[in-house]
């Protein structure tokens, strides 16, 4: 069974930076893309950035110039890098995969973190 566990969430105030981490446990043969959504209690869920294997990201346009998403395929980790954090980023920020294979071969084709929330207030 694959999975996906979030860290780095918390507390920071404007201005300052957060990084977040998703591990992808599992005997996983690749994944092909992997990114982060937030989702903010009354609006609809949001893709914030996304990462392909070959390192091909996008970004939502409101955090442009702020976030940056790496990650490494070795370990199937995927990072948010998130500096001058604003108010309106505050929100439960979940991991996302997308076609991920196992070792046996089995594709999924879709699998979520549980999320780690980031507050950002003064």
């Known amino acids: 069974q694959v999975q996906l566990v979030e860290s780095g969430g918390g507390l920071v105030q404007p201005g300052g930076s957060l990084r977040l981490s998703c591990i992808a446990s599992?005997?996983?043969?690749?994944?092909?893309?992997m990114g982060w959504y937030r989702q903010v209690p009354g609006k609809q869920r949001e893709l914030v950035a996304a990462?392909?294997?070959?390192?091909?990201?996008n970004y939502v346009d409101s955090v442009t110039g702020r976030f940056t998403i790496s990650r490494n395929n070795a370990k199937n980790t995927v990072y948010l890098q998130m500096n001058d954090l604003k108010s309106e980023d505050t929100a439960v920020y979940c991991c996302?995969?997308?076609?991920?294979?196992?070792?046996?071969?089995?594709?999924?084709?879709?699998?979520w973190g549980q999320g780690t929330l980031v507050t950002v207030s003064a």
């Open positions: 990462i392909t294997s070959a390192g091909s990201a």
């Open positions: 996302n995969a997308l076609s991920v294979r196992t070792i046996t071969g089995y594709l999924y084709p879709e699998v």
């Open positions: 599992g005997r996983i043969s690749s994944i092909y893309t």
